[in-house]
T-cell receptor, first 114, second 114 residues
């Protein structure tokens, strides 16, 4: 049981480049989400999804796109990377309605935009 | 809006001693859940302990316990017999109901000194 798998673990981008951070879970969780972690800011919610075909914005959605075509996958797209998007990104999932029991987190992606 | 506040950016404790990390939150929800997550240098997010708001009894997990003061909206974490492996970032987190989004505080960096 792999849980939540994020790829890549590290990435360096040039300003203006685009890329997709991958997130996959094998627990059949309906709820998936993306957070970014910055020093002194904790984890802030970017986007989330409550099922295939359904996505919504979190606290800091600007500059990011998501889609959810399958239950398993929830990719995060940076359309035109900016230095302000340098961060550590976490994907997390849980069963819908079971968030009170905690989320399962991926191991994170450290992204540097130069 | 729901908020989570951790007022101690950094703390340190001697090995084998006890330390308490503070967390306050604000919500108008009557049903919610509170968590403490540990993030060691490996970056992995590890659930330490959870508390259901409607349960008056404070949660305990081995050396970790909470002091949940519902009226004061306070949720502190006590670590007893601190160990070097407890060195990590600790995040307080909140979820309103069972289908809300997980909201994090800014974190407390705990150093356990030999």
């Amino acid at each position: 049981n792999a849980g939540v798998t994020q790829t890549p673990k590290f990435q360096v981008l040039k300003t203006g480049q685009s890329m997709t951070l991958q997130c996959a879970q094998d627990m059949n969780h309906e709820y998936m989400s993306w957070y970014r972690q910055d020093p002194g800011m904790g984890l802030r919610l970017i986007h989330y999804s409550v099922g295939a075909g359904i996505t919504d914005q979190g606290e800091v959605p600007n500059g990011y796109n998501v889609s959810r075509s399958t239950t398993e996958d929830f990719p995060l797209r940076l359309l035109s990377a900016a230095p302000s998007q340098t961060s550590v990104y976490f994907c997390a999932s849980t069963e819908l309605g079971q968030g009170g029991y905690g989320y399962t987190f991926g191991s994170g992606t450290r992204l540097t935009v130069v | 809006a729901q908020t989570v506040t951790q007022s101690q950016p950094e703390m340190s404790v001697q090995e084998a001693e006890t330390v308490t990390l503070s967390c306050t939150y604000d919500t108008s929800e009557s049903n919610y859940y509170l968590f403490w997550y540990k993030q060691p240098p490996s970056r992995q997010m590890i659930l330490v302990i959870r508390q259901e708001a409607y349960k008056q009894q404070n949660a305990t997990e081995n050396r970790f316990s909470v002091n949940f003061q519902k009226a004061a909206k306070s949720f502190s974490l006590k670590i007893s017999d601190s160990q070097l492996g407890d060195t990590a970032m600790y995040f307080c987190a909140f979820i309103g109901g069972s289908q809300g989004n997980l909201i994090f505080g800014k974190g407390t960096k705990l150093s356990v000194k030999p």
